[in-house]
């Protein structure tokens, strides 16, 4: 069997070059596709903290005295007077 001519490597390296261009351009694609699936996820998460922080400003508000006095008022209840307020304090445990 004749040895391999000089055209047979050639042609063995520019294959070997094909496929890992092929390679490469194929990680470089990924990439390009996961970096765009990053870049929508950190919109969204921004979206979302944006949400969480106009959730937490309206709870803030209907949580406040401003809000519970009156709707508590057009119930039938009332502050309590001072004379009213009792402060319960727990057992103190033995050994400290």
């Known amino acids: 069997m004749a040895a391999p001519r000089g ?17 490469v351009v194929a990680r470089q694609t990924s990439a390009v596709v996961t970096a765009g699936e990053v870049e929508q996820l950190r919109n969204r998460r921004s979206y979302l903290e ?20 009156p709707r508590a008022e057009s119930l039938g209840l009332r502050l ?7 402060i319960l304090q727990a057992p103190a445990k033995e050994g400290r």
């Not at 055209?7 to 094909?18: D, E, K, N, Y």
């Not at 309206?58 to 401003?66: E, F, L, P, V, Y």
């Not at 309590?80 to 009792?86: G, K, L, Q």
């Open 7 to 23: 055209r047979f490597w050639v042609m063995l390296w520019l294959l070997f070059v094909l496929a890992v261009l092929a390679w």
């Open 50 to 69: 944006a949400e969480r922080a106009e959730l937490l400003r309206r709870i803030r508000k209907a949580a406040s005295r401003a809000v519970l006095v």
């Open 80 to 86: 309590p007077v001072d004379s009213e307020i009792v």
